[in-house]
Structure formats: C-alpha cells, structure tokens
C-alpha cells in the first residue's frame, strides 16, 4: 500500500501564491507517477497535474492551471509539490494527491485525504 499526505492549504487572497506538499510513503517502489486534483461540491474530481517519477519527470496540465500552477518533485524525500501563484476565487477547492502505478498513461490508484484552499477576492 502506498500512503499519501498532503498539506500546506489554507486561506489566501487572489492573486496571492500557496505550495502544497504531498510525501509518499510505504510501497513507494509502486509510483510511477503522482499528481494533483482539485474538487467542488457538486463537481467531479478535477486533474490538475502529472509528474513522473522517472529521471525526466514528465509533467503535464490542466489548461485551467497552465501557466500558473507548477508540479515538481523531490524523490529523495519521496515528496511531490504544487506551487500555485495567481490564485483566483475559482481555485477554491479541495486538493488531492494521487499516485498513479501506470507504466503508459496515467491512472490514479492512491489518494491523499486532501487539504482545503480558499482564495478571497
């Protein structure tokens, strides 16, 4: 089993800037990707971002957080992050970590218990 903790949400007013933190651990040797979702009442879990674990760290987005959102990684921490600058009142959601064991692809198969970030206007 892989285990997943995020932290660093909180309240911040538009415009401003949060980065949050996702560190791994148990079966880690599993993960070949992590990334981030966001959730609103009502409203499907939303992909944000991709990375891989591997020595190139492929990333991908979302083009509601392209340009302003940037996935990184510390694999000898077993941490992955999401520094989000620009926050609109829009970004309020809930955000998950995920871990995704796909070789190809990506297929979230572990989730973090998510942390809450509120941007006032």
């Known amino acids: 089993q892989v285990q997943l903790v995020e932290s660093g949400g909180g309240l911040v007013q538009a415009g401003g800037s949060l980065r949050l933190s996702c560190a791994a651990s148990?079966?880690?040797?599993?993960?070949?990707?992590m990334g981030w979702y966001r959730q609103v009442p009502l409203q499907h879990r939303e992909l944000l971002a991709t990375?891989?674990?591997?020595?190139?760290?492929?990333?991908t987005y979302s083009d509601s957080v392209k340009g302003r959102f940037t996935i990184s990684r510390d694999n000898a921490k077993n941490t992955v992050y999401l520094q989000m600058n620009s926050l609109k009142p829009e970004d309020t959601a809930v955000y998950y970590c995920?871990?995704?064991?796909?070789?190809?692809?990506?297929?979230?198969?572990?989730w973090g218990q998510g942390t809450q970030v509120s941007v006032s206007s």
């Open positions: 148990g079966d880690i040797f599993k993960i070949n990707a």
């Open positions: 995920a871990a995704s064991e796909a070789s190809e692809g990506w297929g979230a198969a572990y």
């Open positions: 990375i891989t674990l591997s020595s190139g760290g492929r990333t």
